[in-house]
């Protein structure tokens, strides 16, 4: 791997190691201050549990190239296309507290980020959100 590459390997692991802290130090406390409903709540203790899983695979992989997993992670940027018009938008997903919807950033608990986390290329979500119903398809990721 050349210098550039470990670089950004190593970024990339470091990145990853503070999502796992951000879900053991932070995430119950970030659920608990969300106005979801119990059910919905599960379903992001779950999410969470199989994202955090994802993590450690891809820690897991130590020096063997790039982390990557072809599904939409924190720090992915996902271009997404509306099935309703075919018109497309790219965000990157990001922590509760980094999002900023100017910049495209949005964070994993909000209505598109909570179906966009883990998804992979071309894959079809229903998103409900407070603005209605939509589903779009994830046609990048990077």
Do not use: W
Request: charged share 25%; with cysteine.
């Amino acid at each position: 791997m050349n210098p550039s590459m470990n670089l950004r390997h190593e970024a990339n692991r470091t990145d990853l190691v503070k999502q796992l802290l951000y879900f053991d130090e932070e995430f119950s406390e970030e659920l608990s201050r969300t106005s979801v409903g119990t059910a919905e709540k599960h379903k992001l203790m779950a999410l969470s549990e199989r994202y955090c899983g994802e993590i450690n695979r891809l820690l897991g992989q130590g020096d063997q190239g790039e982390a990557t997993s072809g599904k939409v992670l924190i720090g992915s940027r996902a271009t997404i296309r509306y099935t309703d018009d075919g018109s497309e938008e790219t965000y990157t997903l990001v922590l509760p507290n980094s999002s900023n919807i100017d910049d495209g950033h949005i964070s994993f608990l909000s209505p598109l980020g909570m179906n966009l986390l883990m998804r992979e290329l071309n894959e079809e979500v229903s998103v409900m959100s407070p603005a209605g119903a939509y589903t779009v398809k994830v046609v990048e990721i990077a």
